[in-house]
DNA sequence: TTTCTTGCAAACGATTTGCACTTTG
DNA sequence: CAAAGTGCAAATCGTTTGCAAGAAA
């Protein structure tokens, strides 16, 4: 799937979902839903913001975070509370996993083995019923193993 | 192994990273990893700290923090961060996973599928070399999947 | 005695909230 | 129109930081 028709299949969720909950179609949540088709893999609120206003498009902090808010419940976002600071955003797409240095904090994204993908869609874990995944692996990426060939500092 | 054998061992751990990076093994260092292991699964800052305080020992939020942060360096506690709220904090074993509800929060712990844990055993991640893993499932709780017949949430 | 730690309180920064004003349905 | 959404600024709240006083090495 393009990026193109990843955007069209967001908009019409996006747009499902306002329906079905009663919400409003306003021009700020499309224009916010846009602009997140346009960043880099992971953002935060304020790149958001700035990407926003650099487009001479204005919105409140407070909207975007709305918004943001309605785009995580509908599942077109997935929210990422790395480090606690800001949160990242990134738009949904399974099959791919954090790997986090714990020296560095470097963050790469890998994509998931079938083994854990597939654990999705069993029953396994009954009467809970999944609905996405997110798995963060920590440890010392390639550099910082290099640089300190002993051991990891956690397991 | 036991709660008390596995306190032992943390103990054991903090010790041996406390001399390794030539910090200072403090009372209230010690202190607060022993009350750690009078804690319910998932404790913040907050209950840490009101607890060592109803045992009548006081020490600073700057201090639990600081020693919170050690302990999850030295791998004897994992720090998750749900909601952008506080921090919480478990002991770390391996081999379980969380269940997030996306419609009433709750969360659970079930056991990590075999599939899962021997991937971090696995060189899957070269040069990525991991150490452990947090996984977070993402759905309906039985209780509110049963309130909402049709689906979940997101996907 | 040197350096690390602690406690306290102030500073920070991401997120939330209250409210008057718009806008959607 | 009624109800929901927006912008703004103030309020929250978890976490971090600066600094003087106290302990570990």
């Known amino acids: ?5 990843d955007y069209i299949q967001a908009v019409k969720r996006f ?4 329906e079905e909950k009663h919400l409003r179609k ?15 893999a992971h953002f935060g609120i304020d790149r958001l913001h700035a990407a926003l206003e650099a ?6 902090r407070a909207t975007a975070y709305n918004t943001i808010d309605l785009l995580v419940q509908c599942g077109v976002l997935r929210r990422h509370n790395f480090s606690s ?9 399974e099959g791919h996993l ?14 998931t083995p079938p083994a854990m993908s597939r654990m999705l869609e069993s029953d396994s874990f009954e009467p809970f019923r999944p609905a996405y995944l997110l798995a963060y692996v920590y440890g010392l990426c390639g550099d910082c193993a290099a640089r ?8």
Chains 1, 2 share one sequence.
């Open 98 to 111: 954090h790997l986090i240095c714990t020296r560095c904090g470097a963050i790469t994204e890998v994509s």
């Open 1 to 5: 799937m393009t990026r193109q028709e």
């Open 15 to 18: 747009n499902a979902f306002l």
């Open 85 to 93: 600071g800001e949160s990242q955003y990134e738009a949904a797409r």
């Open 55 to 60: 487009e001479g498009y204005h919105v409140s």
């Open 26 to 40: 306003t021009p700020e949540r499309f224009a916010i839903l846009k602009q997140v088709w346009q960043m880099e």
């Open 148 to 155: 300190n060939p002993q051991k990891a500092d956690e397991n």
